[in-house]
């Protein structure tokens, strides 16, 4: 490459403090100008080829109309910007950090390297492979939205120069679960006495099951006034929620507060959770749903790496849905349905009021009563 015009590479030289003698340094450094300005870069290297191959991609840089970046934002990986967005989401307590890891892991395999090639076009090869791999628009989304969040990050700590545009894509597969009540019915006579109250809670409520329901302490019950509780912080949206003790919502908290009741008088011990097997906090449930929904006929086989497996088509955020649909079934007015099943939003709300065809049968019945009822359109 020659020495002079757009930029350079060169030895520079210096003077031994000691002897006062010229030398000339063993690495080579490059020079390029921007905007009437001059800039000099060390390589770190003793190659000249890595002077001239760091000066070309200086000047493509420029080129492209891009900042210049500087050794140190050049030297940031992937894995630093991955790291960073770990330490944001355990600083600021995120429930899903576990889901960052699955989608840090997916863009790992595309983006690993330097930071600053990440860029649009890699970005939407990204997303078509990934989508060739079978994932759901949604998926990718949310993988989108942690390298979004990635470089964001990156950015405000000044290791990222040149955020590149990521767009979201549409998002078409809504899931749109729900349990009929004989489904619920036929399935809650093969779960275990522990995980039963759980389920019937979360029928009943919609709340979330793991984050929401399992949480709950005999402080949050109060039978006394009606109320089951959720306390400010607790939930996604961070505010509190209560919902009223329904008949039917009392007999299963009266009955998980006798069974309490025995085992603290037998073991001797408190138990301050609702929920619990033999008095520990329920974890997980995987293995009692997949075989209450087998038993109950709410499974599809499927072929996973040549074998048969059976997988369920109910899952428990589908009470969410069901207790949307429950409360629309009964008139509840929107506002209050919203509040008691923890919906923020509208649009939200929207999602989850799924219109069957058997509620929109019952609707067309109502509309005709009505229409009885004014007496405007005779009937044949």
Aim: charged share 30%; net charge positive.
């Amino acid at each position: 490459m020659k020495t002079r015009g757009l930029g350079r590479v060169f030895q520079p030289k210096y003077r031994d403090r000691t002897t006062g003698e010229k030398k000339v340094s063993a690495v080579w450094w490059v020079e390029y100008y921007h905007r009437g300005q001059k800039h000099r870069e060390s390589s770190g290297s003793t190659n000249r080829a890595d002077a001239v191959r760091l000066l070309k991609r200086r000047l493509g840089e420029i080129g492209r109309g891009h900042p210049i970046i500087g050794r140190d934002v050049d030297r940031v990986t992937f894995d630093d910007l991955a790291a960073m967005l770990v330490n944001d989401y355990k600083a600021n307590e995120r429930r899903s950090l576990k889901r960052i890891g699955t989608a840090s892991t997916h863009l790992r395999g595309v983006f690993a390297g330097r930071a600053v090639d990440i860029t649009p076009d890699r970005i939407t090869a990204y997303v078509t492979g990934r989508q060739t791999e079978g994932a759901a628009n949604a998926t990718i989304n949310r993988e989108l939205a942690a390298l979004k969040r990635m470089l964001r990050l990156g950015e405000r700590a000044g290791k990222v120069v040149a955020r590149p545009y990521i767009a979201m894509l549409e998002e078409r597969n809504t899931r749109t679960g729900f349990f009929e009540p004989d489904e619920f019915r036929a399935m809650l006579r093969y779960l275990p006495d522990d995980v039963r109250p759980v389920l019937e809670t979360a029928y009943i409520t919609g709340w979330r099951v793991t984050s929401e329901i399992l949480t709950r302490q005999w402080a949050h019950v109060d039978f006394a006034a009606g109320w089951l509780r959720l306390e400010p912080g607790e939930t996604k949206n961070c505010e509190g929620r209560m919902f009223p003790l329904t008949p039917e919502l009392r007999a299963v908290l009266e009955r998980q507060r006798e069974r309490t009741d025995a085992l603290q008088r037998s073991s001797g011990r408190i138990i301050p959770w609702v929920f619990h097997r033999t008095g520990q906090p329920i974890r997980h449930f995987r293995r009692s749903w997949l075989t209450a929904c087998k038993r109950a006929g709410l499974t599809v086989t499927v072929q996973r790496h040549g074998t048969s497996v059976a997988v369920a088509t109910r899952i428990p955020h589908d009470f969410r849905r069901t207790a949307v649909r429950n409360l629309e079934r009964a008139s509840v007015p929107r506002s209050a349905a919203m509040k008691m099943v923890g919906h923020k939003t509208e649009a939200i709300y929207r999602r989850y009021a799924i219109a069957d065809e058997a509620l929109l049968r019952e609707s067309a019945l109502k509309l005709s009563a009505l229409h009885q009822a004014q007496q405007v359109m005779p009937r044949r």
